[in-house]
């Protein structure tokens, strides 16, 4: 077992991110020793709640990249940054992190609504569609899998110095980027949580 950077939560040697926080494993992780935890600021609250997680990426992100000069590639990244985030806002999404050609969505924090889970695979739908306009726009085909998972989790800070964030941690994020990556191209995969809210 190795042990999460971020919480020091134990994880199997296979997993990629943690199932305790939902953190992207690193070379801590592997290396099976967790950084040592920062004193927490006595200010800092901790928040348990419902969310839905929604995880999206682009496929044959690496091809693309080879294919392209590196500042071509990285205004189509931000277009589609700029085209996930235009539509998860107005859905009362809130974008926590980008995550290279990536986007880690919570709906249900910061603020809460009674259809989150709906309003989540709207919006999975949404980016679905936006990126295929973006395709028509660029001349490039790009297409991205979802994976959306509802569950507890405990919002908190994370990070260091000057990259610390409020971050979901509990096994819902993970669960979403697990469904992410069973995905096919241009398809959402939405858990049995999420369907049953």
């Not at 967790?34 to 348990?48: D, F, K, V």
């Not at 994370?158 to 994020?173: I, K, M, Q, V």
Request: net charge negative.
């Amino acid at each position: 077992a190795s042990a999460c950077r971020e919480c020091g939560g134990r994880n199997d040697p296979d997993d990629r991110f943690c199932g305790h926080c939902g953190c992207a494993l690193g070379s801590a992780s592997e290396s099976g020793r967790a950084s040592a935890p920062e004193p927490r600021p006595t200010s800092e609250l901790a928040e348990l709640r419902q969310i839905t997680v929604l995880f999206s990426d682009l496929v044959g992100s690496t091809a693309h990249a080879g294919q392209l000069d590196p500042e071509d590639w990285r205004d189509r990244v931000r277009a589609y940054h700029r085209a996930c985030a235009n539509v998860v806002e107005p859905l009362g999404g809130h974008v926590a992190q980008y995550l290279g050609d990536g986007v880690l969505v919570y709906f249900g924090y910061p603020q809460a609504h009674e259809d989150d889970a709906e309003r989540a695979v709207r919006a999975a739908r949404e980016i679905v569609k936006q990126l295929g306009a973006l395709d028509a726009e660029q001349n490039v085909q790009l297409s991205s899998r979802l994976g959306i998972h509802t569950g507890p989790v405990v919002v908190s800070q994370s990070g260091r110095g000057d990259r610390r964030e409020r971050l979901a941690f509990g096994a819902s994020p993970a669960i979403a980027a697990r469904h992410k990556r069973n995905a096919a191209q241009g398809a959402v995969v939405v858990s049995d949580a999420t369907l049953h809210m």
